[in-house]
C-alpha cells in the first residue's frame, strides 16, 4: 500500500513567486493534515481536514498560505506570495481516526 | 506554556545501554503517537497509545492520561536508533495532534 505521498520533495522559490504543494494522502484515510516543520518553531499545524472539509486553517497561516483539498485523494498547500522566512520543511500527514501517518514532507527554500 | 514538554532535550547513549524519554502533557489527551524522524526527516511511527502500554521489540511505551505522561523506553540501544523523537498528543473526536520539541538521540558506540 501506498503511504502519503508528497511532491515535490523539493523545491527553491524566489521571494514573491507562488508555490503549490501536493499531498496524495493514504487511501480510504479521511483526515489530512499540513504541517510545517522548522528548527526554531518544530511541527507547527498548517491546516486540518476531515471528509475533505476544512476544519482548521492554522490561525497565524491563514494569511498566505491557502490549502485545498478538492478530492479525497489529493490536496494541495499553495503559499502566495512566498517570503525567505517560509523556507522550512512542510510535511502531509493523514489519518483514519486513529494514528497519523506522515510523507516524507517537500523542503521549500526561499531565497 | 509548551503544552507537550519532552525531556530530555538531547541525549547521548552508548550502544546496548538503556534509557527512557518523557513527554508530560498539559493538555487533556486520549491518545499519545510516538514517530522518530531520521537523518533524512521521514517520521516513522513508532507507537500508537490509548492509556495503557505497549511494547514493540527493544521499544515500549505507556501513556497513563491521569497522570498526563506518556514514556518511550528504549533498550539495548543501538546505532540505528538515533535520530529525533517526537510525542504527540491527541484527543479522540477532535484529531488533531500537539507535538513535542523533539528528543534528539544519539547512540555512540
Known amino acids: 500500500d501506498a503511504g502519503v505521498t508528497q511532491t515535490p520533495r523539493h523545491e527553491v522559490a524566489e521571494k514573491g513567486q507562488t508555490i503549490i504543494l501536493k499531498c496524495e494522502p493514504v487511501?480510504?484515510?479521511?483526515?489530512l493534515f499540513w504541517y510545517r516543520q522548522t528548527k526554531i518553531q518544530g511541527l507547527e499545524l498548517l491546516s486540518y481536514?476531515?471528509?475533505?472539509?476544512?476544519?482548521?486553517d492554522g490561525g497565524a497561516f491563514k494569511d498566505r498560505f491557502k490549502a485545498e483539498m478538492l478530492n479525497s485523494s489529493f490536496s494541495t498547500l499553495k503559499i502566495q506570495p512566498t517570503e525567505p522566512k517560509d523556507s522550512a520543511v512542510y510535511l502531509c500527514?493523514?489519518?483514519?481516526?486513529?494514528?497519523?501517518?506522515f510523507g516524507k514532507g517537500t523542503r521549500l527554500t526561499v531565497v | 506554556g509548551d503544552k507537550v514538554k519532552q525531556s530530555p532535550s538531547a541525549l547521548s547513549l552508548q550502544e546496548g545501554t538503556n534509557s527512557a524519554l518523557r513527554c508530560n502533557f498539559s493538555?487533556?489527551?486520549?491518545?499519545v503517537q510516538w514517530f522518530l524522524q531520521n537523518p533524512r526527516g521521514s517520521l516513522m511511527n513508532l507507537f500508537y497509545?490509548?492509556?495503557g502500554t505497549k511494547e514493540n521489540g527493544r521499544l515500549k511505551s505507556a501513556f497513563d492520561s491521569k497522570e498526563s505522561y506518556s514514556t518511550l523506553h528504549i533498550r539495548d540501544a543501538q546505532l540505528e536508533d538515533s535520530g529525533t523523537y517526537f510525542c504527540?498528543?491527541?484527543?479522540?473526536?477532535?484529531?488533531?495532534?500537539?507535538f513535542g520539541a523533539g528528543t534528539r538521540l544519539k547512540v555512540i558506540a
Open positions: 504527540a498528543a491527541g484527543n479522540t473526536g477532535n484529531y488533531k495532534y500537539v
Open positions: 500527514a493523514s489519518s483514519l481516526d486513529t494514528e497519523v501517518f
Open positions: 493538555i487533556a489527551a486520549t491518545t
Open positions: 481536514f476531515r471528509s475533505k472539509s476544512l476544519m482548521e
Open positions: 497509545l490509548v492509556p
Open positions: 487511501s480510504g484515510h479521511n483526515d
